[in-house]
Nanobody
């Protein structure tokens, strides 16, 4: 089993920054694809960013390109989502997700992720 623990959420004004962290524990060797998803009230879940642990390739939603950065620290079994220039429309519950990908890349496709965190709230005020 794999457990995911998110931290770093909170409230920020538009234009501000937050960094989300996701610590991976348990059978960490069984996952090589990490992602961040979000869901705002009355909206569908959206894949925000993903990273392939094997080579570090990344995938971003168009809505966050240039503002958000996903990264990993393998020594700490931690994945980060640095969020800059936050907008009110970025407000949502953010979920960390983990899975195993055999294709060498990792995409923001929810059904490719087997393990999910509890979610963490990000609020952006205008």
């Amino acid at each position: 089993q794999v457990q995911l623990g998110e931290s770093g959420g909170g409230s920020v004004q538009a234009g501000g920054s937050l960094r989300l962290s996701c610590v991976v524990s348990g059978y960490t060797y069984s996952v090589n694809c990490m992602g961040w998803f979000r869901q705002a009230p009355r909206k569908e879940r959206e894949g925000v960013a993903a990273i392939y642990s094997g080579g570090g390739s990344t995938d971003y939603a168009d809505s966050v390109k240039g503002r958000f950065t996903i990264s990993q620290d393998n020594a700490k079994n931690t994945v980060y989502l640095q969020m800059n220039s936050l907008k009110p429309e970025d407000a949502a519950v953010y979920y960390c997700a983990a899975g195993w990908e055999t294709g060498g890349t990792c995409k923001r496709i929810a059904n490719q992720f087997r393990y999910w965190g509890q979610g963490i709230l990000v609020t952006v005020s205008s």
